[in-house]
Structure formats: structure tokens, C-alpha cells
């Protein structure tokens, strides 16, 4: 079962604008995490948020999470086509370190 | 450092057919992780193993899947016999304990 839910489920931009992607989910979590998928690949891990933070950033990636309405939102600023990819949210919840992911985020990145 | 190594990257069976996956976690991994991946969608837990111990099973179809990860190390993933809907991609991860997880490039599997 999917826990989180990305939204939009896909995403075109031009190069340069940034993007934005939000998940929202259903139980409490330890963390939140981001992942990329390119095409044919494997997960890369982006970036994790802790429950007890609210905002975090890596890169051109900015991260918030909102623990009261149990979302959370991935920012990739001056965006560029090898940012073409799935993007997916996971949480982290309970004392087995389970990751559940949502069905991701679709960005096509135009150049 | 090496990432997560899996075989075959791609695997086209008749139903009934048995397969399995094999799966060399990072060195120094204690967690190892099995997931399916259908079209569209995120990874789904298959299975999750703390050393040599699955501690999270629950969501394997324990009829016709079975994992074992001899040593504490490498894990094979074994579907015996295979239907169609088995058609997916199977990923393979790893971790020190909590938070990132590394995954392989997955196993496309194809039931015809």
C-alpha cells in the first residue's frame, strides 16, 4: 500500500523555472525523504527531512515538511533538462525503519 | 565506494517458470531491502533484512516468493513458479540502519 501521494503527477516546465512537487501522507513519521528515478535507473536518494524539522536544503533542492497537515514539498530551483526524472516521496514511520513510497511526480524539464 | 550490484538487469520467462534475482548490497550494509516496482508506481517492501534475519516479510507472497541472505551479505530473491502479473521491476537496496537507502539498478522481469 501507498502511503504517500505525490501531486502533480507529472510536470513540464522550460529550463531555468523551478519546480515544484508535494506529497502528502496519511500517518506519523520519523522522516520524509525524496528520491529521483531516471529512466531505465534506480532510485538516487535526494534528501531527508527529520519530523522534528521544518525546512531543509541541498543544492538547488529545498525541502519543507509540514508534520500538522502531513505534507510536505520538494523545490528544485533553475531547473535543467537532466532534471528530467520521477520524483518520489517516502516516509519513514514506526520503529522498523520501513520506507513507503507514493506513485511520484512525472518532471519533464524542456530545454 | 561500489553501489548495490544486481542480476540479471533483465529476465523474459514463460509463466510457470521459476526465477531468481541476486542482490550484492554496499560493504558494511547491515539492512538489505527487496522491492517491486510496477509501471507507474513507487517501490513496494517486499522484504527486509537486519544481517541474516528478515525482519519485515509481511508483504511477501510467501506461496511462490521466497529471499534468503546467506552470511549476512548477498541475497537472491526467488519467485517459483512465475505468473504474469509477477512483471515488474525488482530493486534491490541497502543501508547502514535508518534513513537513505541505496538502491541497484533493478531486474526487469517479463512473464509471457
Known amino acids: 500500500s501507498q502511503q504517500g501521494e505525490e501531486d502533480p503527477q507529472a510536470l513540464s516546465i522550460q529550463e531555468g523555472e523551478n519546480a515544484t512537487m508535494n506529497c502528502s501522507y496519511k500517518?506519523?513519521?520519523?522522516?520524509l525523504q525524496w528520491y529521483r528515478q531516471n529512466s531505465g535507473r534506480g532510485l538516487v536518494h535526494l534528501i531527508l527531512i527529520r519530523s522534528n524539522e521544518r525546512e531543509k536544503h541541498s543544492g538547488r533542492l529545498r525541502v519543507t515538511l509540514d508534520t500538522s497537515k502531513k505534507s510536505s514539498s520538494l523545490l528544485i530551483t533553475a531547473s535543467r533538462a537532466a532534471d528530467t526524472a520521477s520524483y518520489f516521496c517516502a516516509t519513514e514511520g514506526g520503529s522498523n525503519y520501513k520506507l513507503t513510497f507514493g506513485k511520484g511526480t512525472l518532471l519533464t524539464v524542456n530545454p | 565506494e561500489a553501489g548495490v550490484v544486481q542480476s540479471p538487469r533483465y529476465k523474459i520467462i514463460e509463466k510457470k517458470q521459476p526465477v531468481a534475482f541476486w542482490c550484492n548490497p554496499i560493504?558494511?550494509?547491515?539492512?538489505l531491502y527487496w522491492y517491486l516496482q510496477n509501471l507507474g508506481q513507487g517501490p513496494e517492501l517486499l522484504i527486509r533484512y537486519e544481517n541474516e534475519e528478515a525482519v519485515d516479510d509481511s508483504q511477501l507472497p510467501k506461496d511462490r516468493f521466497s529471499a534468503e541472505r546467506l552470511k549476512g551479505v548477498d541475497s537472491t530473491l526467488k519467485i517459483q513458479p512465475a505468473e504474469l502479473g509477477d512483471s515488474a521491476v525488482y530493486l534491490c537496496?541497502?543501508?547502514?540502519?535508518?534513513?537513505?537507502?541505496?538502491f541497484g539498478p533493478g531486474t526487469r522481469l517479463t512473464v509471457l
Open positions: 537496496a541497502s543501508s547502514r540502519l535508518e534513513g537513505e537507502q541505496f
Open positions: 500517518t506519523s513519521i520519523n522522516n
Open positions: 560493504s558494511g550494509h547491515n539492512t
